[in-house]
């Protein structure tokens, strides 16, 4: 009869207890490492961004001579029409005049300068060009003025007389004041100007007008002359009251800068016009060549000028708070990469507009919280950069997704 041999019932159990043990640790080391493993970045997709249009400019350019008009900071703006052949710029030479003196001769604003004695050479100037009816003014004998009064008869007056003398007392004779000029021109790139001498009385003194809207940029861009085109009366001792030869002064904004008349040149105007348009003001500088009278030629100034101010434009490129990306998380969370602020720009005329965004790499995130960037480019225009942020927080999905969804993080 065989014996059976039974085994202790603690040698039974201690194999099962050790697999619940092993599972139970299992169970307990996923769920663990479940609920703190970090999860990977959400999806994010960015969004077609629709660019704002705008429209090509119409001006009302006349039909003579030549014009050429230009808003400062808008390179874009430049347009012409007429000849663009060099044409007589008249007195308009005295802007490039009292800009080649003063560069010889520098005067800051509230500054009177050295002390201009007219001579007996000086003196012989107002019957020179009285004779081939010249602007002139009146020059006493034993006449001290300092430098910027004289220039303020030369620029406001037009006095030939005041210009031939600014010339003479800065450079001591016409021909070394042409030298001066020409090196002058030159130096700014006004391939196409040519002077011959100081008043514009002269027809061979001429320019384009393109090269003359540079030549007004670089007018108002030295203040004693932007002050002086800019004023309208003044006396000067010797030469009496000085009413700025320049009629729209103060109309339609007109700032300046220089009235020109020649039997070859026509009615000629160098003119500046400052607007307020999107919270800034923008200065638009032109020419117009070749007009019939001053009269005719203000009017069409001012329509010009009317519709090159219309045409700026504010553009919008983003409202605060608009989409530009999405992020979708595994557990079925969205939320949206939204504009932190509004962002505009002043532009004129025709511009297009283009938008990249970039989106961070987000797991989770609070509402506001910076997640990307989106730069905008414009047409002649520096880009734009506007931060992005979370419209929503992204919370997380809590320990039971985690536990319920393996691996889906």
Known sequence: MSRVVRRPRSAVRRPVTISVVAVLVLVAGYLVAAAVVPFGPASAATT??????????????????????????????????????PRAIASITKIVTALVVLDHKPLRVGESGPSVAFNAEMQGLYAKYLAVNGEVAPMPSGLKLSEYQT??????????????????????????????????LDEHHLDDTTIHEPTGLDSRNRSTATDLVDLGQLALANPVVKEIVGTEHVTVPGAGEITNSNKMLGMDGIEGIKTGTLDEAGACLLFAATYERGGRDVTVIGV???????????????????????????VTLTHAGQTFGTFST????????????????????????????????????????????VRFTVTDHDPVTVPLVLERTIDDPGVWWRWTNPFRG
């Open 288 to 314: 117009m060549l070749g007009g019939v009278d001053h009269d005719s030629l203000d009017v069409d100034v001012q329509r010009l000028l009317r519709s090159v101010a219309d045409n700026f434009q504010v």
């Open 330 to 373: 595994p557990w079925q969370d969205e939320a949206d990469a939204v504009s932190a602020k509004a962002a505009e720009v002043l532009v004129w005329g025709k511009t297009k507009v283009r938008a990249k965004a970039h989106l961070d790499e987000v797991t989770l995130g609070t509402k506001g919280e910076r997640v990307g960037k």
């Open 48 to 85: 077609t961004y629709s660019a704002p249009t705008s429209s090509v400019p119409a001006l009302s350019f006349p039909g003579y001579g030549a014009t050429a008009v230009e808003a400062t900071d808008f390179p874009e703006s430049l347009r012409t029409s007429g000849d663009t052949k």
């Open 151 to 184: 220039m303020q008869v030369m620029l406001m007056k037009s006095a030939n007389n005041y210009a031939g003398s600014l010339a003479l007392w800065a450079f001591g004779s016409m021909d070394a004041y042409q030298k001066a000029a020409a090196i002058w």
